[in-house]
Nanobody, 125 residues
Framework: QVQLVESGGGSVQAGGSLRLSCAAA?????????LGWFRQVPGKERERVAT????????SYADSVKGRFTISRDNAKNTVYLQMNSLKPEDTGMYYC?????????????????WGQGTQVTVSS
């Protein structure tokens, strides 16, 4: 199982920014696979926030974060990022990095098989 380690969470006021990082094992984000950021709050299902298909670079965002969040990757650093700007209180949650193998559907949460431990983001009004 691939280890994914998130960092960069914290507490910010509404309108602020955070950048989350997801470090993977060497070479893991090369090749064709889905990489994604998800978030979850207690009592609710895990929500897909942003995904990138490494084979083509295709990116997808949840409607709630379009125009505010940006997913990117740095193959040399084996790291996937989520830049979050104009944060809102409703962005609060535990953010997880995840990966799905080649052939998976990037927009289907259950296709993701490797998950990090999560990093907490809290946005106050």
């Amino acid at each position: 199982q691939v280890q994914l380690v998130e960092s960069g969470g914290g507490s910010v006021q509404a309108g602020g920014s955070l950048r989350l990082s997801c470090a993977a094992a060497s070479g893991y984000i090369d090749g064709s696979k889905c990489l994604g950021w998800f978030r979850q709050v207690p009592g609710k299902e895990r929500e897909r926030v942003a995904t990138i298909y490494t084979g083509t670079g295709t990116i997808s965002y949840a409607d709630s974060v379009k125009g505010r969040f940006t997913i990117s990757r740095d193959n040399a650093k084996n790291t996937v990022y989520l830049q979050m700007n104009s944060l809102k209180p409703e962005d609060t949650g535990m953010y997880y990095c995840a990966a799905a193998k080649y052939g998976s559907r990037c927009y289907v949460t259950s296709d993701y098989t490797d998950w990090g431990q999560g990093t907490q983001v809290t946005v106050s009004s």
